[in-house]
Structure formats: C-alpha cells, structure tokens
C-alpha cells in the first residue's frame, strides 16, 4: 500500500476545510489541527502548497 505524502495529507485538509470555512479565512492553524500536523510541517511544504492551490481550488488534486 502507497502512504500519502505530507503534501496530499496538507492539500487534502486544505480543502476539508475549505468545504465549511471561506478560503480567504483558512488559517495554517485550521489546516494543520484539521489533518493532525504542526504547523512546522505546513512551512516546510508552503512553496509546494501554494503551487498546488489552483489545482485543489478547481478540484484537480494531483499530487505525485
């Protein structure tokens, strides 16, 4: 079985959470309480994150 990445377990609580709160009020803090991280995690993945945030926004989760 294939574990997920930090990255898809960050993008996927992004848009958990997205689903209840408007994206302009997400905080890292709802992200990462959301799927278990520390906000240290969320940091080292941030420039990855943002890359993937149209995707995720759009509904195009691909994360490899």
Do not use: Q, W
């Not at 993008?11 to 302009?24: L, P």
């Not at 997400?26 to 941030?46: E, H, Q, W």
């Amino acid at each position: 079985m294939k574990r997920k990445t930090s990255k898809k377990i960050l993008a996927e609580s992004f848009r958990e959470v997205a689903e209840s709160k408007n994206i302009d009020k997400i905080t890292v803090k709802d992200i990462t309480d959301n799927c278990g991280y520390s906000p240290a995690t969320f940091t080292d993945s941030l420039v990855i994150s943002m890359s993937l945030l149209p995707g995720i926004i759009h509904g195009r989760l691909t994360i490899s």
